[in-house]
């Protein structure tokens, strides 16, 4: 082999390795092998993206209407369009095989430092955010998580701002990915129904969010690490909206919230002080069961009908 041809394939491996670094193949939480596109033609790769954040007008997504479903099950919709990849898939030999110098902090049992540096990183944009503007742009241009790569849009909020009533789901599924916007999906419109029946609307008097900004990809739950990682950004958002309630939607965001391990069949229902270290004073918390469970099970809801209805005896609160 030639000098040249064999630093052109060096070249071709680095690339590839980085291209499939950079669309979350280096992350061993997903069980499911990730179909990331039908056909080998370059042709096919969505367009370069300068960041996690951006979107691409007219970019042609292929996600189902069904939104992602908390600790649910919910069906999963494919994968939509991919951040692209950073580097050219033909790239010379004069060139430098890892353009790519953005600082990118991967997950990886190998690499036991990067959590830290991610964390660290989240830790200085959430404290130095004194607006929630300042917040949405540090969320927006944060890129040190695999999922900020493989995801088409941030996902930062909804809602009023002023609201006294901020809600807090688990994270994006592929509807919000694709419009930018929390609970826009199929779960997300029962519990828009639901609210309104007590006088709770997105359009006047409610703000909300997810524990993380991004899809994690396949609609996997989001990992320990990535919440842990986020946990200063989520502390912060709840600090600048101030809210009188909170209601944390799904046993992800109440366990993890509310930092214990009671899962939700215990804390639904039942009110709970949140604090964090931003906060001055707890806010009053009542963790929900998400909508798409309740989709998925409809005896429930019918059993809560029949017991505010008298029918059934209420149940003992837990301890
Ligand atoms: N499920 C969530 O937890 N959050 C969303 O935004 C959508 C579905």
């Not at 692209?84 to 095989?97: I, M």
Request: charge should be neutral; glycine fraction near 6%; hydrophobic fraction near 35%.
């Amino acid at each position: 082999m030639s000098q040249s041809s064999s630093r052109t394939s060096a070249l071709t491996i680095a690339q590839t390795l980085q291209w499939q670094a950079d669309m979350g193949v280096d992350t061993t939480v997903s069980n499911e092998p990730q179909k990331l596109r039908q056909s080998s033609d370059s042709s096919l790769l969505p367009p370069a993206r300068e960041r996690c954040g951006a979107t691409n007008e007219g970019e042609q997504t292929n996600a189902a209407s069904v939104s992602r479903g908390g600790d649910t099950g919910e069906q999963t919709a494919p994968p939509p369009s991919r951040s692209a990849p950073r580097l050219p898939l033909q790239g010379g030999v004069g060139e430098s095989p890892l353009p790519n110098t953005q600082p990118l902090v991967k997950i990886t049992p190998n690499n036991p430092l990067a959590p830290a540096q991610a964390a660290a990183q989240v830790q200085k944009l959430a404290d130095e955010a004194t607006t929630l503007d300042d917040l949405r742009t540090a969320i927006t241009n944060f890129t040190s998580l695999a999922i900020c790569k493989t995801a088409t849009n941030v996902v930062f909020s909804d809602g009023q701002p002023h609201a006294k009533v901020m809600i807090i789901g688990e994270a994006p599924g592929a509807d919000e990915d694709i419009q930018g916007k929390p609970f826009v999906g199929q779960s997300g419109q029962l519990m828009d129904k639901a609210l309104a029946c007590i006088g709770l609307t997105r359009e006047e008097n409610l703000y909300i969010s997810n524990t993380l900004f991004w899809r994690p990809p396949g609609n996997r739950k989001p990992t320990p690490e990535e919440l842990t990682i986020c946990l200063p950004f989520i502390n912060k958002h709840i600090a600048l909206i101030k809210p009188n309630y909170l209601l944390f939607v799904g046993g992800t965001s109440a366990s993890f919230l509310l930092q214990t391990k009671t899962g939700i069949t215990k804390l639904h229902g039942t009110w709970q002080d949140y604090t964090n270290p931003y906060l001055e004073a707890p806010i009053p918390s009542f963790p929900l069961y998400h909508p798409s469970f309740l989709l998925r099970q409809p005896m429930l809801k019918l059993e809560e009908r029949l017991t505010e209805s008298g029918i059934l005896p209420q149940k003992e609160q837990a301890a």
